[in-house]
């Protein structure tokens, strides 16, 4: 029923739904169902919560379009019917992975030696590659910080100015005054995003260079299982790609923290100007003194956390193919292979139930 109300609020907010929110909340409903004890599972689905819910449901579907209703009419069957399967799927694809990986093994065992220094050959190759973006990235923090710094430094020199005025020209012009360093602060931020979202893009396309090499290096000797291998990159790419869109969520949070840490500032100004204006002097001349260090020391936190961020990013890297190279050792799958493979299985199917619906009527 909370995966039903999930469903519905995200078909009828919108005629346009995006197949990966949708996936997403299948994928989490399942995960969480699957971690759950049976019996805490059964006691949940015997309270009155399915009742309060369809009341809920009938309510909203009250106020939805045609359109929209047709798409929960069609999407919570197809939902319902995709979850209960999935635990099913879920166990073929463990015993499917589970079997090709150790023929795979067997088959490589001869070739042990070769498929070490393969592996080991592009994970270096891989470092040599990272390395550069990595610096890129530390750089792209350092200089858009460095811009940031700049751009507002004027502002607290003007407030200290501004204190010399008489207490009504302060007031009077504090309000427009904190709302131009606002601006400057979203502008800023915002240009921060945009120089630091390609970085992400180019690691992502040097992750799927990466497995294409190793894909071709490891082919000769895995002629008679194939089918194996290529399932074994592909979750390989699965997790590295995983790390590379980790990484634009983590730049684009780092940036959002930031806005958030220096936003407090013009706020503090608003609130100075809504007060008394004869103690605005006292109440100002804190903040015109502290505000230069105040936004150096956020902007030198933006960077000690973010600069890294490429480095991580690399390190997760080579984990995957050390990872790799040894369930290519031991035969031996890991938790990760299939439910990867089947989150990208359950996408694919959204997606393309999704596409199956006709499009609202102009």
């Known amino acids: 029923?909370?995966?039903?109300?999930?469903?519905?609020?995200?078909?009828?907010?919108?005629?346009?739904?995006?197949?990966?929110?949708?996936?997403?909340?299948?994928?989490?409903?399942?995960?969480?169902?699957?971690?759950?004890?049976?019996?805490?599972?059964?006691?949940?689905?015997?309270?009155?919560?399915?009742?309060?819910?369809?009341?809920?449901?009938?309510?909203?579907?009250?106020?939805?379009?045609?359109?929209?209703?047709?798409?929960?009419?069609?999407?919570?069957?197809?939902?319902?019917?995709?979850?209960?399967?999935?635990?099913?799927?879920?166990?073929?694809?463990?015993?499917?992975?589970?079997?090709?990986?150790?023929?795979?093994?067997?088959?490589?065992?001869?070739?042990?030696?070769?498929?070490?220094?393969?592996?080991?050959?592009?994970i270096r190759q891989l470092q040599a590659k990272m390395s550069p973006y990595a610096e890129e990235l530390r750089s792209q923090v350092d200089r858009s910080a460095g811009e940031l710094q700049r751009v507002l430094e004027p502002y607290a020199a003007e407030l200290r100015e501004r204190l010399q005025d008489n207490a009504e020209s302060i007031q009077a012009s504090l309000s427009p005054y904190a709302d131009r360093l606002q601006q400057q602060i979203d502008g800023g931020v915002e240009s921060l995003k945009e120089k630091l979202s390609p970085m992400a893009d180019e690691l992502k396309a040097q992750v799927e260079q990466s497995v294409a090499e190793l894909r071709r290096g490891l082919s000769p000797y895995a002629q008679e299982v194939q089918d194996g291998l290529n399932r074994q990159l592909e979750s390989l790419t699965l997790q590295m790609e995983r790390a590379a869109e980790e990484l634009r969520t983590r730049l684009a949070a780092s940036s959002e923290e930031l806005r958030a840490q220096l936003s407090p500032l013009a706020r503090e100004l608003r609130e100075a100007a809504s007060g008394d204006a004869e103690s605005l002097r006292q109440r100002l001349a804190p903040l015109a003194q502290q505000l230069d260090q105040r936004v150096g020391q956020t902007l030198e936190t933006f960077r000690q956390q973010a600069a890294p961020f490429g480095e991580t990013f690399g390190k997760q890297l080579v984990q995957r193919l050390e990872e790799m190279r040894e369930k290519l050792d031991t035969g031996a799958a890991g938790v990760e292979d299939h439910l990867e493979l089947l989150e990208k299985e359950v996408r694919e199917k959204v997606a393309a139930f999704l596409s199956t619906v006709p499009p609202p009527e102009n």
Do not use: M
Request: proline content about 2%.
């Open 1 to 122: 029923a909370a995966l039903v109300l999930v469903l519905l609020a995200i078909s009828g907010s919108r005629a346009d739904v995006n197949p990966d929110e949708v996936a997403s909340v299948i994928w989490k409903y399942f995960t969480e169902l699957g971690s759950n004890a049976k019996d805490t599972v059964d006691q949940l689905q015997q309270t009155e919560i399915s009742k309060q819910l369809n009341t809920l449901l009938k309510g909203n579907l009250q106020s939805v379009s045609a359109y929209a209703e047709d798409l929960q009419e069609r999407l919570v069957p197809f939902a319902t019917e995709l979850q209960a399967r999935l635990a099913q799927d879920s166990q073929r694809l463990k015993e499917q992975i589970r079997r090709e990986l150790q023929e795979l093994q067997a088959k490589l065992a001869p070739y042990a030696d070769e498929v070490h220094q393969q592996i080991g050959t592009n």
